[in-house]
C-alpha cells in the first residue's frame, strides 16, 4: 500500500482550501441558489477539482452551515433564514468586539499601516457608493484584523460566521442597504485598530454591528432579489 508523502499531504490540503474558496464564492455571491441540490461530480466539474478535495471541502462547508449534506441525494445549498442571521448577530456583536480591541492591541505597525490604508480607501468607496471596492475591502478588513488579533478561537468563529453573513449581505444590499454608511462604519473600525486605540476600536465595531442589526431587521419587509 502506497502511503502518502509529505507533500501529497500539503497538495491535498491545498487543494482543499481552494475548492471550499471556491464553492464558497459561488454560494456566497447566489450562482449556487439557496435550496438548489447539487452533486459532487456537478460541484468537481464546475471548479475544475477533483472529487477528494471537493468532498473535504463539503464538509467545512457544511459546518459552516452553507451546504446540507444529503446522502444518496446530493448536496442542498442552505436556505437564508432570517431568525439564524439575526441570532448570528448576538455572536457576531461579542467576537468582532473582541478581535476588534485584541487588534488595536496587538498589530504590528505594518498591520497598522494597511488599516490606515484601508480607512482611506473605505472613505473613498463610501464617497463613490463604489459596491465592489466596498466588498473587497470589506473581506481585507475581516482578514486582517483575525490575523492581528492574535486569537485562534476568534478566527475560527469568524470562519463559521463570515460565509452566511457575506451571502445575507450579498442577497439583500441592493435594496436595503446604505452602503455609503456602511462604508463609513467599517473604516472608522479600521482607523481605530490602526491607531492602536482599543476603547475607541470597540466601540467603533458596535456602531457597525448596530448598523448591520438594523439593516438585518429592515430585510422583513424586503423580498429577496
Not at 491535498?12 to 456566497?28: G, N, W
Not at 449534506?69 to 456583536?93: C, F, H, K, T
Not at 478566527?155 to 452602503?179: N, T
Request: net charge negative; aromatic share 4%.
Amino acid at each position: 500500500m502506497a502511503i502518502a508523502s509529505a507533500n501529497d499531504t500539503e497538495v491535498y490540503a491545498s487543494l482543499t482550501d481552494l475548492a471550499y474558496e471556491r464553492i464558497e464564492e459561488e454560494i456566497v455571491m447566489l450562482r449556487l441558489e439557496p435550496g438548489s441540490i447539487v452533486s459532487e461530480a456537478q460541484l468537481s466539474e464546475h471548479v475544475g477539482i477533483g472529487r477528494t478535495p471537493i468532498r473535504e471541502a463539503l464538509q467545512r462547508l457544511a459546518h459552516a452551515g452553507l451546504v446540507v449534506v444529503l446522502p444518496r441525494r446530493g448536496i442542498l445549498i442552505s436556505e437564508i433564514d432570517i431568525r439564524a442571521q439575526l441570532q448570528l448577530l448576538e455572536v457576531r456583536r461579542e467576537v468582532e468586539r473582541l478581535i476588534a480591541g485584541n487588534a488595536a492591541e496587538r498589530a504590528t505597525e505594518a498591520e497598522r499601516e494597511r488599516f490606515q490604508g484601508i480607512a482611506r480607501e473605505m472613505a473613498h468607496a463610501a464617497e463613490t457608493d463604489d459596491d465592489r471596492s466596498f466588498l473587497r475591502l470589506d473581506r481585507e478588513l475581516n482578514d486582517l484584523s483575525v490575523d492581528a488579533a492574535r486569537n485562534g478561537f476568534a478566527a475560527k468563529a469568524m470562519q463559521l460566521m463570515q460565509p452566511l453573513s457575506r451571502r445575507f449581505w450579498f442577497i439583500h444590499y441592493q435594496e436595503v442597504a446604505d452602503l455609503p454608511l456602511c462604508a463609513r462604519l467599517h473604516a472608522e473600525v479600521a482607523r481605530a485598530i490602526g491607531d492602536g486605540e482599543r476603547i475607541r476600536a470597540c466601540a467603533a465595531s458596535d456602531r457597525l454591528l448596530d448598523y448591520i442589526e438594523t439593516f438585518t431587521r429592515a430585510t422583513l419587509d424586503t423580498p429577496p432579489r
